[in-house]
């Protein structure tokens, strides 16, 4: 645990060491009020809601949250200092957790800074406050799950770009199995069943759930046994080829 | 003997290749080990074996009498390691960097101050501690290494190649460090240079295509070098060469050019004195006269000869020596 939190503090303050944080922040700001402002169309639908805010969350966080996901192992072995991290007494376990961790809250923060198109909405109208609530908690579970993702590809390269790309596959999968370019594909002659299992794995139908406002046991459970299974396989895969 | 170090049968293979043949040996408190090798004879790859960092693919290490294998966070809790290239990162600054470790390694508020104005002031790093480790130069990054490694006053110390890339003035301040802290510790570093193994180590292990060729102190190890206990004589004197070859206890002169000799004895006894009374005897008007230093390059290339191009380097090198 106090491992965890070493490497959990040496990371998030990483983050703030370098221009890396400060671009991150402003464009995902930037992008988050483009997309809600113009392909959102928040004014036109005048209603007081921030669904076409949180409408462009998975495909934002697509490629934004690889972006911070691809340094995290990749680099470590880039420049070697994998070798010292996994030489000092602590699990696997703990600098895994530590690292996904810190990103996780880094996100969160950059997330957090949102918060004024809340005011916004709330200046023009009168929002449904809890589903916002549910939809920022949906979020950010969300970019765990793609962040859980990024991470453990990342471990498996030193090149970061491979890493990216690939996240950003595998990211991919995950948020379209739930939409109709797939389902559509799927539903012409597959039974129901498997189209729903289908379904279900995707980020976009327990993201959408979410955001309707209903927490239902089964999205969060979705979100944080998809994260733990990824870290897990992060963690093996740092375990087994640690020194290449 | 309380063993600190337990290396047992240490195997390393990447695929068809043998880094690690079969390494086995023993470091007790207050030894000194210096790894000689040429580069790729699997120094590195044994130091990471034996700092948990690469899984061996057969044999055991023991640190502290902790299985590496069975209990790995208590092993490396008991070891300072100092990573070939001294990696770091980067856009840490040295004191965020040794807070880090301190943190990881758990120490209490007391001691952390206490080793961590230690380290700062026996490595001197006061000048450059807050400036991000990618902008230091080559040595100071060595050194934040060294200061990373030796935090938290561990028992047991494994540095590959501490001294590479610093100042002769830096590298008598690692090795009088080094020196300074043997008498507690268990040490192992690796190194190219071999006037370091005389400077600061007790026992020296000559690791080739992955397994121990030569191991002793070096004194023990200078002894087997041919040139050991052989006398240079510069004489212009006639038959001087017939003359120390009838002496009982030479067993070759060579003319290393005209009026110079060098004399090698039988069995690596001394023959100064003898040489000395001879040429006393026969009145040789004798310039010089001296035992050739002890040498650990010369046994290095003995026993790592199998490389084509070391010979060449021999016979170069002697050449150079004679003149």
Redesign the interface.
């Known amino acids: 645990m106090a491992t965890t939190w070493a490497v959990f503090r040496r990371e998030l303050k990483g983050y703030f060491n370098t221009p890396l944080a400060y671009i991150f922040i402003v464009i995902f700001l930037f992008l988050t009020g483009i997309f809600t402002f113009y392909l959102g169309s928040f004014f036109l639908r005048g209603q007081a809601d921030l669904k076409p805010f949180f409408n462009f969350h998975p495909w934002l966080y697509l490629f934004l949250v690889p972006a911070i996901a691809m340094r995290l192992w990749a680099e470590e072995r880039k420049s070697g200092s994998i070798e010292l991290l996994l030489t000092l007494p602590l699990s696997v376990w703990s600098a895994v957790a530590g690292k996904f961790l810190a990103a996780w809250v880094f996100i969160g923060i950059a997330l957090g800074l949102t918060f004024p198109m809340w005011l916004t909405v709330s200046y023009l109208g009168q929002p449904d406050h809890g589903v916002i609530v549910a939809s920022y908690l949906g979020s950010i579970l969300m970019a765990g799950g793609y962040l859980a993702i990024g991470a453990c590809i990342s471990a498996t390269t030193k090149n970061q770009v491979v890493a990216f790309v690939i996240s950003v596959v595998v990211c991919f999968l995950f948020t379209v199995s739930g939409a109709p370019i797939v389902l559509d594909f799927f539903a012409a002659w597959a039974p129901q069943t498997l189209l729903d299992a289908v379904a279900s794995f995707s980020f976009l139908t327990h993201f959408n759930a979410i955001q309707n406002g209903v927490i239902d046991l089964r999205d969060l459970i979705y979100f944080i046994s998809l994260i733990l299974l990824w870290l897990f396989a992060n963690q093996i895969i740092v375990d087994l080829k640690k020194a290449n | 003997m309380d063993w600190m170090i337990e290396v047992e049968g240490l195997v390393k293979t990447f695929g068809h290749l043998k880094a690690v043949d079969d390494i086995s040996f023993n470091v007790p408190k207050g030894q000194v080990l210096g790894f000689l090798g040429p580069n790729g004879a699997g120094k590195s790859t044994t130091m990471?074996m034996i700092?948990?960092?690469?899984?061996p693919t057969a044999g055991s290490v023991r640190v502290a009498g902790l299985d590496m294998d069975d209990r790995p966070?208590?092993a490396?809790?008991q070891?300072g390691?100092l990573?070939?290239?001294a990696?770091?990162?980067?856009?840490?600054t040295p004191i965020?960097f040794l807070n880090?470790?301190a943190?990881?390694?758990?120490l209490d508020a007391a001691t952390r101050r206490r080793r961590l104005d230690y380290v700062i002031a026996n490595v001197h790093l006061e000048a450059v501690l807050e400036q991000?480790i990618e902008t230091l130069s080559k040595g100071f990054k060595r050194r934040v290494?060294l200061a990373?490694a030796i935090l938290h006053d561990p028992p047991v110390l494994i540095l590959d190649e501490p001294t590479d890339g610093l100042d002769p003035n830096q590298k008598h301040e690692v090795r009088s460090l080094i020196a300074d802290m043997a008498k507690e510790k268990a040490i192992i570093i690796s190194t190219h240079i071999l006037e370091e193994v005389d400077a600061v180590c007790n026992r020296a292990m000559i690791i080739a295509d992955g397994r121990i060729v030569a191991d002793g102190t070096p004194a023990e190890l200078e002894r087997q070098s041919p040139l050991h206990n052989a006398v240079l004589i510069d004489s212009n004197d006639d038959g001087v060469a017939e003359a120390l070859f009838a002496l009982a206890n030479v067993s070759q002169v060579e003319e290393l050019q005209s009026g110079r000799y060098r004399v090698y004895p039988k069995y690596g006894e001394s023959i100064v004195a003898e040489i000395a009374d001879l040429s006393k005897q026969r009145n040789w008007a004798t310039s010089r006269l001296s035992v050739e230093p002890p040498r650990l390059d010369d046994v290095f290339r003995k026993f790592t000869h199998s490389r084509p191009a070391d010979g060449h380097a021999e016979d170069h090198n002697d050449n150079l020596e004679a003149v």
């Open positions: 990471k700092t948990g960092f690469m899984t966070i208590a490396k809790a070891i390691y990573p070939e290239g990696p770091a990162y980067p856009d840490m965020g880090f470790a943190d990881v390694r758990r991000p290494g990373q």
